[in-house]
Every structure is written in C-alpha cells, then in structure tokens.
C-alpha cells in the first residue's frame, strides 16, 4: 500500500478507523500492528486505515453530489475507483482539514474531484473533498457551526468576516499541500478535464 496508481482527476482518500488527526495517541495492541488514535481533531471520531477515491468523472451539472461519501447520501453514484494507501496519507488530509478548521469555499461552482473518506471498522465516518478546478474544499462532518445569515448580529456578521479571512491566509498555505497529496505523493492527475 505506498502509492496508487495514477487515476484521472476526481479523488477521494477514504480512511478507516483509528486516528484523529492530530497528534495521534496510540492505543490499541502493538503485537496484532493495529494502532487506534484517540480522536484529538477533525474528523472528531477514531480511524485506522485509509482509500483514495475517484468519483465525479462527468461535466458539472444539476443534481450531483459534491462528497464521495457523507452520512446523509453514502457513498457518491458516480465513484468510479477505491484504492488502499498508507494510513500516514490520512493522517496528512486529517491535518490539512484541521489547519482550516474545516471546509473552505472559494468559488460558486464546486464540483470535488478529489476526497478523503475516513472510516471506523469499515464503516465511512467522513469525508475530505477537493475541487482542483476551482479551490473548493468541502468536508464531512464540517466542524464548524452553521451560520444562519438571516439571524446574525453586526457583532456576528463582523466575527464571521474575521474568522472567514484568517481561515483563507491558511487555506492559501494549505491548498498547495492538498495538490501534493494527491499529484505528488498519489500520483494522481488532478486537472480537469483529465488529458
């Protein structure tokens, strides 16, 4: 399990239970090699084991799902690939979610091509998903709270600009990093339409 083989442009790295991102606090028995992470950050729940996904490979349009998985609609219709890799690269997308403290939205037309899906056991409990096309970062469970727009203060409107502009100095930081999980460390073509 080092690397996948090379796919198109849409990913998901689904990741099994046992690690919390973070600083991972081992737990579990070293002879049997299983390791269980106590879950200090995203996705709040523990993980062992983790899969690139490759789904959405269609043009945008109405109706699609913007996650490879999530507990309100499964597994997306349209993944087309799941391969196993090494639980450090779960690790490294667990961090990258904890270092925006969730999912970012850059543009209005989010289409993710590229996920990471975390497991318990073998059951999914989250979910990564990144639109190379357009920078979106769209995340299952998102930590953060909902924002009811219609509701805010001026005291909350301005609270939520502050938070929203510190989140998108990490996010430039970070997004490079996302593009290296996948194309660099995955070997993954992460343009659109794929060549």
């Known amino acids: 399990m080092t690397r996948a083989q090379p796919l198109s442009s849409c990913v998901v790295l689904v990741v099994l239970a046992g690690c919390g991102g973070g ?15 106590a879950p200090t950050g995203w996705p709040g729940v523990a993980w062992d084991s ?10 945008y349009g109405p109706g699609l799902t913007l996650t490879a998985w ?10 087309v690939s799941r391969q196993p890799v090494e639980r450090e690269l779960g690790a490294e997308a ?9 999912g970012v939205e850059v ?21 990564a998903n990144v639109c190379f096309a357009c920078g979106d970062i ?11 727009w219609g509701a805010a203060t001026d005291a909350e409107l301005e609270a939520w600009q502050r938070e929203d502009e510190a989140r998108l100095a990490t996010y430039d ?21 794929p060549s």
């Open 138 to 148: 769209v995340v299952s469970p998102d930590p953060r709270p909902a924002r009811d």
């Open 173 to 193: 930081a970070t997004f490079p990093r996302w593009q290296a999980l996948f194309r660099d460390q995955l070997g993954l073509a992460i343009e659109w339409p």
């Open 70 to 79: 999530d507990p309100d609609h499964g597994w997306n219709p349209t993944v």
């Open 94 to 102: 667990a961090t990258l979610v904890e270092a925006t403290g969730g």
């Open 107 to 127: 543009s209005k037309c989010a289409l993710p091509r590229n996920a990471i899906v975390l497991f318990a056991g073998t059951e999914p409990v989250a979910s």
């Open 23 to 37: 600083t991972p606090a081992k737990t579990g028995s070293p002879t049997t090699g299983s390791t269980t992470t």
């Open 50 to 59: 983790a899969e690139v996904v490759v789904f959405n490979q269609v043009e």
